[in-house]
């Protein structure tokens, strides 16, 4: 069994290999693929949308909607990746971003949070801040002459803050850690040389720990095999489940980017 394992490692270098020296003499006619190194810088308008519910030991938190309840409003942010071509199928990539979410707001209904009390009709300054960490590669299992499919794994991590102050309370929530792999796939499809659209799709669930789930798609100009712009839309999926059923804790970022995509 170890044997066959190490043959099929072996074959899928050789094979990479090959296709690796025939793309060299054959170059990609689609100026996407054309370069070793891919930076994407985009500009994403992070509607939130979260059920919270934040208890102690003895007092049962309150649910309720940080955008409904707290008016806690869609931020514009920046979200980086970085793709490093390796061999001709293999890629290495990393995404980062962070995102902050504050507001003041008179509330409309009494709140319990972390064992604090806040009353109705009282100004409540929120503070949440949501941070996404991933690094991983992906491995082509198709490629043709007008796109190709990916698999994808990724090791992940998600980071959540919370803050919630009135004149009568101030609760700072323990900081919220998920670390999941991710695994998924990723395909792109080339209209024309220039013009290409890209769908990609990961999640992993831990019923002791969490879900974590992130659906991208996007339609990319080639301007020249360097340069690129892009409009997607992205959807990013965050639940915590580890202190649940007294604790509840979802973070869905969603909404439309812009992208700029630099390729050496």
């Not at 930076?39 to 649910?63: A, C, H, N």
């Not at 902050?100 to 949070?113: C, G, K, M, P, W």
């Not at 002459?145 to 009568?168: P, Q």
């Not at 395909?187 to 290409?196: D, F, N, S, V």
């Amino acid at each position: 069994m170890k044997a066959i394992h190490g043959l099929w490692i072996v074959s899928l270098l050789v094979l990479s290999g090959t296709s690796a020296f025939a793309q060299a003499r054959r170059p990609s006619r689609n100026l996407g693929e054309q370069s070793r190194v891919e930076v994407d810088i985009r500009r994403w308008r992070s509607g939130l949308v979260s059920e919270l519910r934040f208890s102690v030991p003895g007092t049962l938190g309150s649910d309720f909607d940080p955008v409904a309840d707290l008016g806690l409003p869609a931020e514009r942010i920046f979200d980086f990746r970085i793709g490093v071509r390796l061999i001709e199928r293999l890629r290495i990539r990393f995404n980062w971003f962070k995102v902050t979410y504050n507001a003041d707001t008179v509330t409309s209904q009494a709140l319990i949070i972390g064992g604090d009390f806040y009353a109705s009709v009282s100004v409540v300054t929120s503070f949440l801040e949501l941070e996404q960490r991933r690094g991983g590669v992906e491995f082509d299992l198709v490629r043709g002459e007008y796109g190709w499919l990916a698999v994808v794994g990724e090791w992940a991590r998600f980071e959540a803050n919370n803050m919630y102050h009135s004149d009568d309370a101030d609760t700072t929530i323990p900081p919220l850690r998920m670390s999941l792999p991710l695994f998924g796939l990723k395909t792109r499809i080339y209209l024309t040389p220039a013009l290409a659209v890209t769908v990609e799709a990961l999640g992993m669930r831990r019923e002791t720990i969490g879900v974590m789930t992130d659906f991208d798609t996007s339609i990319t100009y080639n301007a020249i095999p360097n340069l690129a712009f892009s409009y997607g839309y992205r959807n990013s999926y965050n639940r915590f489940k580890e202190d649940e059923p007294a604790s509840r804790a979802i973070y869905r970022m969603r909404g439309q980017y812009f992208g700029i995509t630099v390729r050496f």
